[in-house]
Nanobody, 119 residues
Framework: QVQVVESGGGLVQPGGSLRLSCVVS????????MSWYRQAPGKEREFVAS????????TYADPVKGRFTIARENDQSTLYLHMDNLKPEDTAVYSC????????????WGQGTQVTVSS
């Protein structure tokens, strides 16, 4: 049984920082590319960042470039998203996605963790 569990969300003031974690079990973590997505109230889910299976290729959405850092620890089956200089527009539910390298239709999602940026 595959489980994808995010944690680390919360309430933070503008300009603050948070680190999100995503722990995956039930798969060979290094066989999966990993991504973070977010969905704000009333909006479509949007891509935030992605990292290749070995961590050598990383992509960020323009709104978070220079502020967010994605990383992974394959021996811990864990994905991270370090977020600095948070803005109110970063408020959303953040979810991680695992996509199999050889079967692109094999995708697993977590339930998400709420991030609220407010003074």
């Amino acid at each position: 049984q595959v489980q994808v569990v995010e944690s680390g969300g919360g309430l933070v003031q503008p300009g603050g920082s948070l680190r999100l974690s995503c722990v995956v079990s039930g798969i060979i973590f290094s066989d999966y590319a990993m991504s973070w997505y977010r969905q704000a109230p009333g909006k479509e889910r949007e891509f935030v960042a992605s990292i290749s299976s070995a961590g050598g290729s990383i992509t960020y959405a323009d709104p978070v470039k220079g502020r967010f850092t994605i990383a992974r620890e394959n021996d811990q089956s864990t994905l991270y998203l370090h977020m600095d200089n948070l803005k109110p527009e970063d408020t959303a539910v953040y979810s991680c996605k695992a996509r199999n390298l050889w079967s692109f239709d094999v995708v697993y999602w977590g339930q998400g963790t709420q991030v609220t940026v407010s003074s």
